[in-house]
């Protein structure tokens, strides 16, 4: 079936911190990308990342697709980054757009 | 260009009332989604239209749900009448890809609602 799965559920962290968020998916997955939900209920996309390493200012993102896995990184992490982290992907065998979601990780970070 | 636009962004109703939500998508994207997050739950797909069309509804939790896109612009997603356990947030997409890459998402700000 189709799964994925994300860790840690929860997060604290102090200002200046880094972070490595996990993501795991069921091999019908693919095509996966992280997002935020930050504390104003907006859903940004972050990342499309299938494969390989992308990195955009203090965030970057590696997935491997062949182990199945996607990490998420934040270094010198902000009150900003505070909210939930998703991490979704698509069914590999539909041509359909639909996207599959795991629980998030809740970041808070403290000043 | 304008993003994805949803409102309410609050909505606080009675069990049994009505309630209307309302996106716009992208100018010209053909695909839009909706999806909800009940609290603490990941984000579950709704429903899919390509331009006016239902691609897939598969989503949508039960009849008491009904989603139109008129014209092929914006969508509305109305529940009628809500239950208590219809409380989330409420997300729009869309997407000019239907499949494949999807870097082109984009999500609006959700619509929470709140059944009491």
């Known amino acids: 079936g189709i799964q994925v799965e994300q860790s840690p559920p929860d997060l604290i962290l102090q200002e200046g911190a880094n972070s490595t968020l996990r993501c795991n998916f069921s091999d019908s997955v693919n095509n996966l990308q992280w997002f935020h939900q930050n504390p104003w209920g907006q859903l940004i996309n972050l990342f499309y990342i299938p494969s390989g390493t992308k990195q955009n200012g203090r965030l970057s993102a590696t997935t491997v697709a062949t182990e199945r896995y996607s990490l998420l990184y934040i270094s010198s992490s902000q009150t900003t980054d505070s909210g939930v982290y998703f991490c979704?992907?698509?069914?590999?065998?539909?041509?359909?757009?639909?996207?599959?979601f795991g629980r998030g990780t809740q970041l808070t970070v403290w000043p | 260009e304008a993003g994805v636009t949803q409102f309410p962004s609050h909505s606080v109703i009675e069990k049994g009332q009505t309630v209307t939500l309302r996106c716009d998508p992208i100018s010209g994207h053909d695909n839009l989604y909706w999806y909800r997050r009940v609290m603490g739950k990941e984000i579950k797909f709704l429903l899919h239209?390509?331009?006016?069309?239902?691609?897939?509804e598969s989503g949508m939790p039960n009849n008491r749900f009904l989603a139109e896109r008129t014209g092929g612009t914006y969508s509305t997603l109305k529940v009628q009448p809500a239950e208590l356990e219809d409380s989330g947030v409420y997300f729009c997409?869309?997407?000019?890809?239907?499949?494949?890459?999807?870097?082109?998402?984009?999500f609006g700000s959700g619509t929470r609602l709140t059944v009491v």
């Open positions: 997409a869309s997407s000019q890809e239907k499949g494949g890459r999807t870097d082109g998402y984009t």
């Open positions: 979704a992907g698509l069914d590999r065998g539909s041509t359909l757009g639909r996207l599959y």
């Open positions: 239209f390509v331009k006016e069309s239902k691609q897939d």
